[in-house]
């Protein structure tokens, strides 16, 4: 069965930029969406075929995919950033979440 | 304003029985793709289940097929998880989504999520 990974925890010094990875068969193939979760609080869509932007999503954030790997960038990290990230994929009848990564701004 | 409210979660005991419900409001309910989301105690998110905007294609994830149903009421704007034989790995924050349009299976909007506990 398809997996997708991503690293447990990232860190980032404020005003870096960060990237998160999400990891798995030619997941370049296939359309990737990234979700913000803070504590508490229900995920957000951050990103969605890869690298389209809701509105109200700042263009802070952006995404990429190719190959076996999609990527989210957080340009000029804030601490206001601090939360889960998931990425997302459907395949063969099935939602697919990688494990979330904790961002951390330093 | 567009928003999803759930309902109906609590503490059961195993091999209970429970029916959560989500209410839809601020756009046309009918025209989507809807979801089970759901996250354990410090745990990430895993899916649930999918239902098409017309109720002809359901999806299940693999730990709860057999026993969840997910239904909908077009004419109530109302999504439904109904659950059997739960156990105390079902337990966690029960979020409903609704997809991005047209089936794209990304999760747009969300709701709040209700608590469902299970245990002795």
């Known amino acids: 069965s398809y997996e997708v990974s991503q690293p447990v925890s990232v860190s980032v010094a404020l005003g870096q930029t960060a990237t998160i990875t999400c990891e798995g068969d030619n997941i370049g193939k296939k359309h990737v969406h990234w979700y913000q979760q803070k504590p508490g609080q229900a995920p957000v869509l951050l990103i969605y075929r890869d690298s389209a932007r809701p509105s109200g999503i700042p263009a802070r954030f952006s995404g990429s995919n190719s190959g076996s790997t999609a990527t989210l960038t957080i340009s000029t990290a804030q601490g206001g950033d601090e939360a889960d990230f998931y990425c997302?994929?459907?395949?063969?009848?099935?939602?697919?979440f990688g494990g979330g990564t904790k961002l951390t701004v330093l | 304003e567009v928003r999803l409210v759930e309902s109906g979660g609590g503490l059961v005991r195993p091999g209970a029985s429970l029916r959560l419900s989500c209410a839809a409001s601020?756009?046309?309910?009918?025209?989507?793709?809807m979801n089970w989301v759901r996250q354990a105690p410090g745990k990430g998110l895993e899916w649930v289940a999918s239902?098409?905007?017309?109720?002809?294609?359901?999806y299940y994830g693999d730990s709860v097929r057999g026993r969840f149903t997910i239904s909908r009421d077009n004419a109530k704007n109302s999504l439904s998880l109904q659950m059997h034989s739960l156990r105390a790995d079902d337990t966690g924050v029960y979020y409903c989504a609704r997809d991005g349009g047209m089936a794209a299976y990304y999760f747009d909007l969300w709701g709040l999520g209700d608590l469902l506990t299970v245990s002795s």
């Open positions: 997302q994929v459907w395949t063969s009848g099935t939602v697919l």
């Open positions: 239902i098409s905007s017309r109720s002809d294609y359901i």
């Open positions: 601020g756009f046309i309910f009918s025209d989507y793709t």
